[in-house]
């Protein structure tokens, strides 16, 4: 028996499969979609079994040498799914496979040192040769760590064969296991009974325990509930009269928290007019993609509620992707009140191990649910009814990193193969879903009013630079000024959003102009109060605050720009009375800690809730009757052509937080911009003008949804060399692909320089390119040598969300 076996070692020559020979004893133990150890030239690595064979065009064939699956981890459907990654995401075979399993089934590989040659010892140097004294095998880390002088020594012996490397695969799956204890078998219990020794009462106990419940337990709880010693179960366990075992048990993260059930709502006309088509789908086992455009509070989320049990009627299976930002403990909640232990949670603030728990649950089929963030659109379920997108317009279910993948892609991929139905459900659907809706390539439903004839919050655009002509230098205009201390006194709340990119705090010369920047990269540092110094985010590079300016000398050297805890100083100021709850990544760095900030503002613990990023979404708190944005275009001046869109996007989604039940809410976005498109319509909720306009402007500047756009970036510490690599490539790309194809560059990146590498970068621009992807792929092949050196970097990113 023949396997062919893709192994861990990502690089153009290996991207393909390789035969091994199966050892008899292992034959039966083998299925493709398998982990499995191999040789691979000098060590041993993981490996994936993509198929099993019994001829090969090789005479020699290694023998493999373990398998390290009991069941596939990979299902055939994920395999494919694996290949068609290799050429839409572009990248290797391995980076594929293992871009779908938890991190701790990828594998870890230990160094080791042997002594091959006991008795050439001799010819090792002192140091050496005491420590292979009374071992032959030594660690790598131990062998070298703080001795660095040993390394040219033990490579001179590897070169003389006296000690060689091995490599081991660490498959480091930590299984949590708890020790239970049960009865062997009623007689004996009954017997011990009677002839025990009197005192031997502790003994006595137990036995009476297990007579009168037979059921497994664990020790530690056994030990609790009777008050008994490790001792005492132990003498009996010795006796043979209890049984102890291990067993594995899964860490649950939501274990000890209790979830009231809830049942579905009565749907509104509105929400059964668009999950008709949804149950259509599902009862037709037809595949079929969905856009829900929903404005905010529409009930969007009980759509999915009621469709997903409409799955598991069938007896099938759900995915639910969400934002990672909005995979709050409110959001988990409202599907675990639902389906209960059928949930199954996937996100990044879970340990490795309780990751993989989570992935076995869905493995073994013993949740039929699981909700979580890009990553979970992987979810190794055999029998997927639905796959539902929340919050479609997100940039990140674009992972940034190989492999590029889209989870939305992904998603399209999966449900056509499982012929089920796919929900893309936002507020703000993305330029690309929409028009692909209004092309009928999806199918779009749309729900514009709020559940129950709530309003949407009225939206007033302050303009700051009128704000400032009158006098009024605060960071707080006088309307929303006049609107918070309104909300103090009536007792609701408020929530301030201070956009996080682009605005936190840097560092300026008044006299000079001069702003202090990384020396290793070019972009301005960031003022950090608490340890009031200076960083970068690029980095990490961090220096005092200086005391003068370095280009003038000039004392009057300064922070500026507002930070959320310079606008928290602020609220103190000016509302003294005000209690205010900060969420930023500072607040929210500890475990739990975004859980018991948001628990406490729903408690009514705070009267203003401030914060980035992290609060425009998911939050559904009936006592909100204010939002405030502070200010609005922070990002509308950022290098990327969605700019405007994520403006857009983001005002909205932040105004939906207000007025969401019995109180009408109220939204005031401060801007210097306020004529700007992006801005000024969100005022109505204006989605479809914002969409019409915005098509325009990208029709115009050729970009997506008329162009695709792949971006390729070149770094290197030489700035020459850099631009003389891009221009090659930009040549060569120009060369491959047809005149329709726009190619830009080669141009300096956005950040010109980070870690002291120069960027540049060139664009293409197309529509319909077949020969792109093998072009790309030449491109890789062609600098391999130079950037497995390290000193060159060229990354290829096919449709880009973030441009920098
Ligand atoms: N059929 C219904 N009957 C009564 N209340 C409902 C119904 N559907 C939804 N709601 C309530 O309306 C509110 C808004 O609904 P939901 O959160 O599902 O909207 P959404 O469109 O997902 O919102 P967003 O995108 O802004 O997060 C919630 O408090 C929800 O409980
Ligand atoms: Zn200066
Ligand atoms: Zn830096």
Redesign the pocket.
């Known amino acids: 028996m023949i396997v062919k076996v893709v192994v861990d070692v990502p690089s153009g020559q290996t991207d393909r499969s390789f035969d091994y020979e199966v050892p008899p004893h292992l034959e039966k133990a083998i299925e493709r979609g398998m982990r499995v150890i191999v040789p691979f030239g000098p060590r041993k690595v993981q490996g994936f079994v993509v198929g099993i064979s019994d001829v090969t065009d090789l005479n020699k064939l290694k023998p493999i040498e373990d398998v390290l699956d009991v069941t596939p981890v990979l299902t055939e459907e994920l395999l494919a799914l694996g290949d068609w990654l290799t050429t839409s995401a572009l990248c290797f075979k391995i980076t594929a496979y293992q871009a779908m399993l938890p991190a701790a089934l990828r594998a870890k590989y230990k160094k080791e040192i042997r002594l091959v040659h006991k008795e050439r010892m001799n010819e090792l140097q002192d140091d050496l040769k005491a420590l292979f004294q009374y071992q032959s095998v030594i660690d790598w880390e131990e062998l070298t760590k703080g001795h660095q002088q040993r390394i040219p020594q033990i490579k001179k012996a590897i070169t003389s064969s006296i000690l060689e490397v091995i490599y081991v695969v660490k498959d480091k799956v930590t299984y949590k296991k708890v020790k239970i204890v049960e009865p062997n078998n009623e007689q004996d219990l009954l017997a011990e009974l009677k002839t025990i020794d009197n005192r031997a009462a502790k003994q006595k106990q137990v036995i009476e325990y297990f007579l009168k419940n037979r059921q497994p337990i664990s020790v530690k709880e056994l030990i609790e509930r009777i008050s008994t010693t490790r001792s005492t179960i132990k003498a009996l366990v010795e006796k043979g009269i209890l049984i102890e075992r291990e067993i594995e048990v899964s860490r649950d993260p939501y274990a000890d928290r209790d979830f009231k059930r809830t049942t579905p709502?009565?749907?509104?006309t509105n929400?059964q007019k668009i999950i008709q088509p949804i149950f259509d789908s599902i009862h037709q086992k037809e595949h079929k993609t969905f856009l829900i455009h929903?404005v905010?509070?529409?009930?969007?989320?009980?759509v999915y509620l009621q469709s997903i049990a409409e799955v598991l009627k069938e007896g099938k299976e759900a995915i639910v992707l969400v934002p990672e930002i909005s995979l709050t403990p409110q959001m988990v909640q409202r599907f675990k009140e639902r389906f209960g232990s059928l949930v199954a949670v996937l996100h990044s603030a879970l340990s490795k191990g309780e990751k993989y728990d989570e992935w076995r649950k869905i493995q073994q089929g013993s949740v039929k649910v699981v909700v979580g963030a890009r990553s979970a659109i992987f979810a190794p379920f055999k029998n997927i009814g639905i796959i539902i997108i929340d919050e479609e317009h997100e940039a990140t279910y674009k992972q940034d990193e190989n492999p590029r993948y889209h989870a939305r892609d992904v998603a399209i991929k999966r449900a056509s193969a499982y012929q089920c139905p796919l929900i893309l459900g936002s507020?703000t659907p993305s330029l690309e879903s929409y028009a692909r809706a209004k092309k009928g390539v999806y199918h779009l439903l749309s729900m514009l009013e709020?559940?129950?004839d709530v309003k949407l919050p009225t939206v007033e655009i302050i303009d700051m630079r009128e704000e400032l002509k009158s006098g009024n230098r605060s960071m707080f205009s006088q309307l929303l000024y006049k609107k918070l201390s309104e909300r103090l006194a009536r007792g609701e709340q408020s929530v301030l959003f201070l956009n996080r990119r682009g605005y936190s705090t840097f560092v300026m010369c008044r006299e000079c102009g001069y702003v202090a920047e990384c020396p290793h990269c070019d972009i301005s540092l960031t003022y950090h109060h608490t340890s009031r110094s200076l960083k970068c985010h690029y980095c990490g590079h961090e220096e005092g605050m200086p005391q003068r300016c370095s280009s003038c000398n000039s004392e009057h050297i300064r922070f500026f720009g507002s930070g959320t805890q310079k606008v928290e100083e602020e609220i103190t100021k000016v509302l003294p009375g005000a209690r205010v709850i900060r969420m930023d990544v500072d607040t929210t760095r500890k475990k739990g800690a975004h859980e018991k900030l948001l628990t406490a503002f729903s408690e009514g613990k705070a009267d203003i809730l401030l914060g980035t990023q992290m609060i425009a979404?998911?939050l559904?708190f009936p006592n909100i009757t204010l939002v405030g944005v502070l200010a609005a275009d922070s990002m509308l001046n950022l290098p990327d052509f969605r700019a405007s869109e994520r403006t857009f996007q983001l005002l909205t989604q932040v105004s939906?937080r207000a007025g969401?039940?019995q109180l009408p809410g109220e939204v005031v976005i401060q801007t210097y911009t306020p004529e700007h498109y992006s801005i000024d319509l969100v005022r109505n909720h204006d989605f479809i003008a914002f969409f019409e306009k915005e098509m325009i402007t990208r029709r115009m500047q050729g970009y997506p949804p008329y162009y695709y756009v792949t971006v390729i970036q070149v770094s290197h510490e030489e700035i020459t060399k850099v631009i003389e690599v891009t221009g090659k490539i930009a040549e060569y790309v120009k060369r491959s692909l047809s005149n329709q194809a726009i190619v830009l560059g080669p141009v300096v990146a956005s950040i010109p320089r980070i870690k002291n590498r120069y960027r540049y970068q060139c664009m293409i621009k197309y529509k319909n390119e077949p020969t792109l992807v093998k072009t790309l792929k030449e491109i890789t092949e062609n600098y391999k040598r130079e950037m497995n050196k390290g000193d060159l970097q060229v990354s290829i990113d096919m449709n880009p969300y973030v441009l920098m």
């Open positions: 709502l009565t749907l509104t929400q929903g905010t509070g529409s009930g969007k989320t009980e507020a709020r559940v129950n979404k998911g559904d939906g969401r039940h």
